[in-house]
C-alpha cells in the first residue's frame, strides 16, 4: 500500500498521535484533516530528509533490513524479531507508529499487519543504502586481473544436457554420478572444478554434498526444474522440459540460475537477498571485499563447518561470480575486490529477484538434514518432532535434538501406511536446507523394496492357503 492508502485504512488515534508527534496544526477531530495535513507534510522533500533521519538513529540495522525487503507488509512476529535481533528497546514499534513509517491494518486476511508504505520504504532504502555505501572502501581503477564469467554457466549447463542425452550415464546407489563421468564432465565445461576429495559439505543444495560448488548449483537447477531425472533404475537421462530451456532467452535463464541461487542459500544465508540488493546498489565502483564484509556486520554469520568470512567469499562472492553478476579479483597487496558487471545489473533489478520469505516460515524450519542420515532438531516443536519420529530413531537430547533415518524406522513406518514422498515433502517444509539426494534416494529405494515384499506376499498368499 502506498501512504494515502495507508492513512486512509488508519483510525483517527493513529493519525492524532502522528500529528501530535509533529505538532501539525491541523485539527485534531478530522480525520480528513489529519490525512491531509500528514500527506502534505510527509511529502516535502525537507520535511521527509530531516525525519529520515531521526527514524534510523540507533536503528539502522533494522532499519536496512525492513527497507531492503521485497515485501512492504509485515506480521508481528516478523517485526518483533527484528527489532529484537537489532537490539531495539521495548516500545520502537509503538514509536514507530508514532512517526508515521509503519501504519496497522488488517487488510490482509483479518490479520493484524503492519505496513511500511511504499514511497516512505523507497525513500529509506535510498537513504540507507547511501549511508551504507559511506562506510565501504571503493576504487575506480581495479585489480590488473580479475574473474569474470558472464553467461558461462548457462552455457555449461547445456553442455551438462547434452552430454547426458548423448551418453549412457548411470548413478551410483545413493543416486550420484560415478567418479569418470562426473570428471568427463567438468573437464568439458567452460569453468574448470575438480571433483571433491572427502570433507563434510552439507547445507547448500541437494547434491552439493557430492558436487564441487559451482557444478552442484548447477545440478540442483537442472533436477529441481525437471530437465533431468535420476530414474529407478539408476540412470540419468534428460527430460522433455529441457526444450523449455533451451528455447528461454539468454538473459532469461541467467535470470532464472540467480533466482534459483538466492532462494537455495537463502536458508543458510538468510539474509541474502538484502546482501544481494546492497551488492547491486553500492558496487559501480570496484568495492574492497573485507570491508564490505565489516560493513554487513550481522547480515552474514558464521553456518557450522563455514566461518563468516567463508561464507562472505565463498558462498557469497564466488557464487556471483559464477553467476555473471560480479567480477572478482585481487591486487598486487592480495585484497580482495569486486565490482558488479553491466549483466549483473541486468540481472538483480528489484523484480527479477524471488521474494522474501515471511518470518514465520524461517521460524517453522527447525531441521537440519544431513548426508550421514542424521537429522538436527534446533527447536523443540513436538508436531515436527512427532512426525519425525515416523522414520528416525532419537539419538541425543536436550536443547538440540539428533534423530536417526534407519531402514528397520522406515519398514516400520512404511508397514503403518506412512508414505516416504509425503514424510519427504514434510521434512522439506520444516527443514533450513534441502534434503540431501543420497538420502532422499535411499528413501525412496527402501520404499520399493517394501513394496516389491508386500508384493510378493500377496502373491504367495492365496497359494499358501491352498
Known sequence: MNLSECLNTADISTLRRIAERYDFSCSKYSKMALIQEILFSFRNKEFLAEHIQEWREGRERVMLRLCLDSRNVFSTEDLSGALSAAGCPEGTLDMALSEGWLYPTTRYAGRLMYCMPKELQAALRRAMIAEFASRLETSEEGPLTYQEEDYALSRDLDVFLEYVLHHDVRLTVDGSLYK????????????????????????????FHDYPDRFALLYDYAYHNRLIDELEEGTLVVTPEADRWRNMSRTERQRALVRFYITLYRRPITRLPQIVQLVA????????SDVMLSALDAFVNDYYYDSKEQVWSTRILKMLTHLGVIRLGKDEHSVEWFQITKLGQQLLTPEALPEAEDGDTDRRRILIVQPNFEIVATADQPFVTSELALFTELRQTGAVRVYRITEERVQKGLMAGRSV????????????TPVPGNVERTLQEWERQHTAASDIQHQDGPAAGS
Do not use: C, K
Open 281 to 288: 546498489h553500492v558496487s559501480t565502483a570496484w568495492v574492497r
Open 180 to 207: 569418470r563421468n562426473l570428471t568427463q564432465i567438468l573437464e568439458l565445461l567452460e569453468v574448470p572444478e575438480e571433483p571433491l576429495q572427502g570433507g563434510w559439505r552439507f547445507g547448500y543444495g541437494r547434491r
Open 421 to 432: 514422498m509425503a514424510w519427504l515433502d514434510f521434512v522439506q517444509n520444516h527443514a533450513q
